[in-house]
């Protein structure tokens, strides 16, 4: 059972745009919510997370909106650059309950000059 | 911050032997370990968890005679993929958690190591 949906499965922004990768979750004891950035051959990297006692949460380039009624939280990459070029995937997690991370299938980002 | 290795990062070998792929914690001590699957353009998928000087919890469907996991220490995990057939033949990806009460934030996750099974 698939229990974090994400969409798309790849993207191509044009460089500077916004990218906007979205997942949604069923089980509503998830309660700790990252991206992680994974390119070709590496393991992933944490890129940002959130609880849901927020809606938003920016880091430099990197914002998080969490919408906890529809069970759905997106990542927006701002002024998108070609070494944001990668694989992300969204994962969730039960802080008090088994502890593991479930991951999304993933997009693949392409950034164009 | 928190650095995790895996060796080999690439290791081919020939069906029916037996592959070792380490994960080691540079620079902390790791309660706990976690063993990940990931074939080629697709999610990561959970095998087992480890937790140091316990055995690993592994997940629905994962033999756990197939892919043998010990613990040894605070800074070493081991996956061994025994008795390795062509299906095997995936990038296998360790994270590594300094606290018993494991939160993303403190997931760390190694470099990973491609498995080919000929």
């Known amino acids: 059972q ?7 499965q790849s993207l191509i922004v044009q460089k500077g745009g916004i990218s906007i990768i979205n ?8 309660d700790y919510f990252p991206w992680y950035q994974q390119f070709p051959g590496k393991g992933p990297a944490l890129l940002i997370a959130i609880r849901p006692d ?5 880091e430099g380039r990197f914002t998080i909106s969490f919408n906890k009624s529809a069970k759905q939280f997106s990542l927006h990459i701002m002024d998108s650059q070609p070494g944001d070029s990668a694989t992300y995937f969204c994962a969730a997690l039960t802080s008090f309950g088994n502890e593991k991370l479930t991951f999304g299938t993933g997009t693949r980002l392409t950034i164009i000059p | 911050g928190a650095v995790v290795s895996q060796h080999p990062s690439r290791v081919i070998c020939k069906s029916g032997t037996s592959v070792k792929i380490e994960c080691r914690s540079l620079d902390f001590q790791a309660t706990t370990m976690f063993w990940y699957r990931q074939f080629p353009k697709k ?4 095998m087992a968890t480890s937790n140091e000087g316990s055995k ?3 997940e ?8 043998l ?13 025994t008795s390795a057939h062509p299906e095997d033949s995936s990038f296998y990806i360790c994270s590594a958690s300094p606290g018993a009460m494991v939160a993303a934030d403190t997931q760390y996750f190694g470099p990973g190591t491609r498995l080919t099974v000929l």
């Open chain 1, 2 to 8: 698939q229990q974090v949906k994400q969409s798309p």
């Open chain 1, 54 to 58: 927020v809606s938003e949460k920016k």
């Open chain 1, 23 to 30: 997942c949604a979750y069923e089980n509503t004891a998830f």
């Open chain 2, 60 to 67: 629905q469907g994962v033999e756990k005679d197939k892919f």
């Open chain 2, 56 to 58: 690993a919890t592994y």
């Open chain 2, 69 to 81: 996991i010990n613990h040894a220490s605070l800074t070493l995990s081991t996956l061994t993929v």
């Open chain 2, 43 to 46: 999610s990561l998928m959970l």
